[in-house]
């Protein structure tokens, strides 16, 4: 009885582990052919984070802008913060990190712009 509890314990933890990898896994945005920016939806529970990564070049200006919701979420680009900034962009990839700063989950709207 105990052996049977204890592989259910394990099956369930495994399944926690591998559900929540989706969540943690970086998404890279793209820009379409032609276009200089890329929106990009989601929701995001309380105190939650979604990672996103993005290819620009050096000199390049990157402008990001981020609405929510419950007004709470913010986007952390190296040492630049907040829901509306711009940087200018060193080559290779850029990682932002989307975060809900407020205590109920709500949908977002993430906008990239480089020039």
Do not use: W
């Amino acid at each position: 009885m105990l052996k049977k509890t204890g592989l259910k314990v394990m099956a369930l933890a495994l399944m926690l582990i591998l559900s929540g990898a989706d969540l943690m896994a970086q998404r890279r945005i793209n820009f379409r052919t032609g276009r200089s920016s890329a929106t990009v939806r989601g929701n995001i529970g309380a105190g939650g984070y979604r990672e996103y990564v993005l290819r620009g070049r050096a000199g390049q200006l990157m402008s990001i802008e981020i609405t929510s919701g419950n007004g709470a979420v913010i986007v952390n680009a190296g040492s630049a913060s907040g829901r509306s900034f711009s940087l200018d962009m060193t080559g290779g990839d850029h990682l932002l990190s989307v975060v809900n700063t407020g205590r109920s989950a709500t949908n977002y709207t993430l906008t990239v712009s480089i020039r």
